[in-house]
């Protein structure tokens, strides 16, 4: 396994400075958000210009890109599919090997998502990459029993495990193991049950990551680990303090 840094984790910054700081804390592996309401790489961006977009997420080879965590908003289905698809080129060259999205909200027609979801894993496997959905609260995978009949209906499809979701969520902590056949990548952070503690600093929540990688190495996964503290305003301590924190636990655990 290795362990990466969401580019999440310096939004404050501009991308530039954000991928110089995750340098400078000594990462190798970069999990860069394409986001198009975030304050990095954009779709809309990737598509007009891929190698421009490729020149943005390159600072040197002590730090590359890993993952991609995508978030398209676009205003037609064939506009979606066309930026997934420069996303995916990007990655192709970029040498990224895992693309995660977002599954519908909770409550969305199951049908209509399992062929959403098999479109996209159509286009991403043309490039020879993975595509994950997030466990995440709000949305069909906020349940590990859905986010596991998910991944049975669309063949192809993995999971990207962010415990946080599981234990702050409506989950509350209950074990998700059944999820750990499906994960193809994962998000870290640490987390409390109780409302407001969906990010603490780390060792003050619940999140068990010598448990998670045990898990994880029942079923061979051999892929990455990704800081994901994303830097938020009301995060009440210094975000390069506490990434180089998981980072250093993580890299003692694998």
């Known amino acids: 396994m290795f362990v990466a840094c969401s580019t999440m984790c310096f939004a404050r910054y501009p991308l530039d400075r954000a991928l110089r700081i995750i340098g400078e804390l000594e990462f190798s592996k970069l999990d860069v958000a394409v986001h198009e309401h975030g304050p990095h790489l954009k779709p809309s961006e990737v598509v007009a210009d891929v190698s421009a977009a490729l020149q943005r997420i390159r600072i040197g080879p002590s730090l590359t890109p890993a993952a991609f965590s995508v978030e398209i908003d676009a205003p037609t289905p064939e506009e979606a599919d066309r930026q997934m698809q420069a996303v995916c080129r990007l990655a192709r060259m970029s040498t990224v090997s895992v693309l995660t999205i977002a599954a519908a909200a909770a409550g969305a027609p199951w049908d209509a998502e399992v062929q959403r979801l098999k479109n996209l894993v159509r286009i991403v496997e043309t490039q020879g990459l993975v595509l994950t959905v997030a466990t995440r609260t709000g949305t069909l995978t906020e349940t590990p029993a859905a986010a596991v009949q998910l991944c049975e209906h669309v063949p192809g499809l993995g999971l990207t495990l962010d415990p946080s979701h599981y234990i702050n969520g409506p989950h509350q902590g209950a074990s998700y193991d059944e999820i750990f056949p499906y994960v193809r990548h994962v998000h870290l ?26 898990q994880l190495e029942r ?10 503290i994303h830097d938020v305003a009301e995060a009440p301590f210094a975000m390069e303090t506490e990434v180089r924190k998981l980072k250093y636990l993580l890299e003692s655990l694998v």
């Open 189 to 214: 952070r640490d987390t409390g049950r109780a409302q407001g503690r969906f990010q603490v600093r780390v060792g003050q929540g619940e999140v068990e990551y010598g448990r998670i990688i045990n």
């Open 219 to 228: 079923y061979d996964y051999e892929r990455l680990l990704s800081v994901s």
